[in-house]
C-alpha cells in the first residue's frame, strides 16, 4: 500500500515539474523547463502589455475626436483599469497565488488580448468614421473672403452634450478587463519566478526583467505613429493629410495587432509546470528518500477558502513592514503619476518644444536610464547582497536628493517670447476664455481652436496660429513652413520699433512668419533637465528592485502574492486615480488661456503661465515625495532584522547533502538512512531541496 502512495506521489510530483499544455505535451518540451527560459518568455509577452498602454496613450485624443468625448470622459473611462484592480487584485492573487501561476499568468495576456479587441468593436460596430475632404482654403491663414469663412470652432466640435454611449461602455469594459489581465500577468509571474530560484538571484532576475518589459512602450509609441499616419477608413481615399485637424488615423489597427498577437502567443506561458524541476543529479541521489518523505506530507500548498481570507488580510495589515514600504510607494507613485501626466505639457510650454521632440527624447532618454539603473540595481544587489535597511537607506538619500532637485528646477527656467494678444494675461479662474483677436486679424475669422503657433520673421514674437498673425499666404519646403503677408506683424514691428529708429516706406509691406515657436535659449536648458532628470530615475531604479525584494521577503511564502495584491489595491485607490485629478486642480491654476468649444463651455488650457506652472508642478511633486520619504525612514529601522537572502532553513542544511550525493561511495549509506521523525523535518523544504 505504501508503495502504491509512494508512486503515486512520485508521479504527481513529476507532473507537476512537465512543461506542455494538453495534447502539446514531450519530454522534448522539458529542456525549455527552466529559469533562463521563462525569464524571456515573460518578458516577451510583457513587451506587449506595455504595449497595450502606451499605444492607449498615443491615441487617446483620436479616439475622443472619433467618438466625440471629451477629455474628462476619457479620463473617466480609463480609469476601468484601476477599478478592476481595487475590486478584484485581492481576490485573484489570494487564489491564484496557490493555483497554476503560469497558466493564470496566460490567462492574464488572453485577457488583455481580449482587452485590446474589445476596444476596437466600436469602430466596426457603430459605423465607420465618414470621409472628410479639405475645405476651400487652409486652417493656417487668414481670409477675409465671405464665400469661405473660416469656423471658430474645430470640425469635431458639438453642442449636442449627449456624447453615443456604446463606445464609452466599450472603451471602460476594454480597460477594465485590462486591468484583470495585468493583476494576473504582473503579480503571479514576477512570484513564481522567485519561488523557482535562489533567493539571492532574485534581485538580478527582477532588474532584468523590469528593464526588459520597459521596451514595450516604445514599440507602442512607433506602432501608433505608423497607424496614425494611415486613414481610419482604410478602404477609402481622401485628401486630408496626417497634419489637418479633421484627420483620423487609424488607431484600430495597433489594438488589433496586439491583440492578435497576445491571444496566438499566450499558450508559451501556459507551457510552463506549476514549479520547475530543480537540477536532475539530486534527485536521483536522494530518489529513495524522496519516495520515503513523500508519503508523510502532501507537497502542494493547501487550497485556500474564503473563510481563511479574513485571516491572511490580517496578516498583511498588521504586518508594519509592509505597511510602511506600501505606504511609501503609494506617495512615490503618487508623485511620479501626476508627475509624468504633465510633464510632456510642462515641456512644450517651460521649453517651447514640440509634442513629438519632448516625447521621443524624454522617452528615449528615460528608458535609457532606467534600463541602465534596474540591470545595475539587480546585479549589484544580487553581487554584494546588501542588507534592507542600507537598500532603504539608499531610497532615503535618493529621495532627498531629488527632492533638492525639483526645488532648484521649480526657479530655475529660461525666457521665451511672448504670445501676441496674451502679455497682460490672467491666469486660474480669471484667464481668458478663449484666444482674443486683435484690430490686425479681426478680418480673418480665425479658427479659435486651431493653436498652431507661429513665429515673426525676426524670431521676436509668437502668435497663436499664422491666422492670428494676419498671414494670407503659405508655403511649405519640407519640414519648414513661411507664412507671408502676416498684417499683424507689419503691426507689431511699427508699434515697438518706430520710435527707435526711422522706417522707409518698405518697412510698412506686411512681414512674414514661420511656423513652430520662435527660437529661445530654452534648448540647452531642455537637454540639462532631461539629463538630470534621467540620472535620478537611474539612481532611484534601486529602489524599484529593494522593494519588491522587501514585500517578497517581509510576508510568509504562502502570502507573498497577496502581499503584492494589496499592493496593488493600495497604489491604485490612493495613487493612480487620484494623483492626476489633483495635479491637474493644481496646474490648472496656471492657465492663461482656455480653449473653449462653440457652445460657450470651457475645455482644456490651451496655454500656461510658464513661472507659475513651474513652481506648482515642481513643488508639489516634492512636497508628495518628502511624506514618502519620511515612510522609507521609518522603514529603514523597521527592516533591520530582515533576511533578504537567507534560504530556507531546512534547504540550506541540506545542501552538504546534496554536495555529498555526487560521491558514489556514499550513495548506499544515503538511500539506507532512516527516515527521523516526522515532526522535525519541514516537509516541503526537504523535498525542494531533494530537487534543487
Known amino acids: 500500500m505504501g508503495k502504491v502512495k509512494n508512486k503515486n506521489k512520485l508521479e504527481e510530483d513529476e507532473k507537476d515539474t512537465q512543461c506542455g499544455l494538453g495534447p502539446f505535451q514531450g519530454k522534448w518540451l522539458q529542456g525549455y523547463a527552466n529559469k533562463k527560459s521563462y525569464l524571456l518568455t515573460y518578458s516577451f509577452l510583457g513587451l506587449f502589455q506595455a504595449m497595450f498602454f502606451s ?75 465618414a470621409t472628410a475632404t479639405n475645405v476651400t482654403r487652409s486652417f493656417d491663414v487668414c481670409s477675409t473672403s465671405t464665400d469661405s469663412v473660416m469656423p471658430t ?56 526583467m523590469s528593464s526588459l518589459r520597459l521596451i514595450g512602450p516604445v514599440f507602442g509609441y512607433g506602432l501608433a505613429a505608423i497607424c496614425m499616419r494611415l486613414y481610419v477608413n482604410l478602404s477609402e481615399t481622401t485628401t486630408l493629410k496626417p497634419r489637418d485637424p479633421s484627420w483620423i488615423g487609424a488607431w484600430w489597427l495597433g489594438f488589433m495587432i496586439i491583440g492578435i498577437i497576445q491571444i496566438s502567443t499566450a499558450w508559451l506561458l501556459a507551457c510552463y509546470p506549476r514549479r520547475l524541476p530543480k537540477k536532475s543529479t539530486t534527485a536521483v541521489g536522494f530518489m529513495t528518500i ?61 521649453f517651447q518644444q514640440s509634442s513629438s521632440m519632448s516625447g521621443l527624447v524624454n522617452g528615449l532618454t528615460g528608458i535609457l536610464f532606467m534600463c541602465t539603473g534596474l ?66 486679424n479681426e478680418e480673418c475669422n480665425c479658427q479659435a ?39 499683424c506683424i507689419k503691426e507689431w514691428i511699427n508699434t515697438t520699433q518706430i520710435s527707435n529708429s526711422t522706417l522707409d516706406s518698405g518697412a510698412w509691406y506686411n512681414g512674414k512668419a514661420i511656423g513652430g515657436y520662435c527660437p529661445s535659449n530654452c534648448f540647452q536648458m531642455f537637454l540639462i533637465y532631461i539629463s538630470v532628470m534621467g540620472i535620478i530615475k537611474f539612481l532611484s531604479s534601486f529602489g524599484r528592485v529593494s522593494n519588491i ?88 529601522f523597521a527592516v533591520r532584522n530582515l533576511d533578504l537572502y537567507a534560504e530556507d532553513p531546512v534547504e540550506a542544511g541540506d545542501n552538504g547533502m546534496v554536495a555529498s550525493a555526487n560521491n558514489k561511495e556514499l550513495q548506499p549509506m544515503l538511500t539506507s538512512r532512516p527516515l527521523p521523525p516526522t515532526n522535525s523535518i519541514n516537509e516541503e523544504g526537504f523535498i525542494r531541496t531533494l530537487e534543487a
Open 549 to 636: 525584494l522587501i514585500t517578497f521577503r517581509c510576508v510568509p511564502q504562502e502570502d507573498k502574492s497577496f502581499a503584492i495584491g494589496l499592493g496593488y489595491l493600495l497604489t491604485s485607490l490612493f495613487a493612480f486615480i487620484p494623483a492626476p485629478i489633483v495635479y491637474g486642480a493644481v496646474i490648472d491654476q496656471a492657465c492663461i488661456l482656455w480653449r473653449t468649444d462653440s457652445c460657450g463651455v470651457r475645455g482644456n488650457c490651451w496655454i500656461y503661465d510658464q513661472e507659475k506652472m513651474r513652481l506648482y508642478l515642481h513643488l508639489l511633486t516634492a512636497g508628495v515625495i518628502v511624506i514618502g520619504v519620511i515612510f522609507d525612514f521609518f522603514t529603514c
Open 153 to 208: 470652432m474645430n470640425p469635431e466640435d458639438s453642442c449636442d452634450e449627449t456624447a453615443p454611449i456604446g463606445p464609452m461602455i466599450y472603451i471602460f469594459m476594454s480597460q477594465f478587463v485590462s486591468g484583470i489581465g495585468t493583476t494576473l500577468f504582473s503579480i503571479l509571474g514576477i512570484t513564481y519566478l522567485d519561488d523557482n530560484v535562489k533567493r539571492k538571484q532574485t534581485p538580478m532576475l527582477i532588474g532584468l
Open 449 to 487: 481652436n486651431r493653436f498652431a503657433p507661429a513665429c515673426s520673421e525676426d524670431g521676436q514674437v509668437n502668435f497663436f496660429s499664422a491666422c492670428h498673425a494676419g498671414c494670407t499666404s503659405m508655403n511649405s519646403t519640407g519640414d519648414r513652413t513661411i507664412f507671408s503677408d502676416c498684417s
Open 290 to 350: 524522496a519516495a520515503q518523505k513523500s508519503t508523510q506530507q502532501p507537497n502542494k500548498p493547501k487550497e485556500r477558502t474564503f473563510k481563511e481570507f479574513p485571516a491572511a488580510l490580517r496578516r498583511l495589515l498588521t504586518n508594519k513592514i509592509l505597511i510602511l514600504n506600501n505606504c511609501a510607494g503609494v506617495f512615490f507613485v503618487f508623485a511620479l503619476s501626476g508627475y509624468i501626466t504633465f510633464l510632456p505639457k510642462y515641456m512644450e510650454t517651460q
Open 55 to 129: 499605444y492607449s496613450i498615443a491615441t487617446l485624443t483620436t479616439l475622443e475626436k472619433q467618438f466625440k468625448l471629451k477629455s474628462q470622459t476619457t479620463g473617466i473611462l480609463l480609469s476601468g483599469n484601476e477599478v478592476s484592480q481595487i475590486l478584484l487584485s485581492l481576490v485573484l492573487t489570494y487564489f491564484g497565488g496557490h493555483g497554476h501561476r503560469p497558466r493564470l499568468a496566460a490567462l492574464g495576456v488572453v485577457f488583455s488580448g481580449v482587452a485590446s479587441i474589445i476596444v476596437v468593436v466600436p469602430h466596426f460596430v457603430y459605423g465607420q468614421f
Open 375 to 440: 540591470l545595475m540595481a539587480g546585479y549589484l544587489i544580487s553581487k554584494f547582497k546588501f542588507h534592507a535597511w542600507k537598500l532603504q537607506v539608499w531610497d532615503v538619500i535618493v529621495g532627498i536628493i531629488w527632492i533638492i532637485i525639483l526645488v532648484v528646477f521649480a526657479f530655475l527656467g529660461c525666457d521665451s517670447k511672448p504670445i501676441h494678444g496674451l502679455e497682460n494675461a490672467e491666469n486660474g479662474s480669471n484667464a481668458m476664455l478663449g484666444i482674443p483677436t486683435t484690430s490686425c
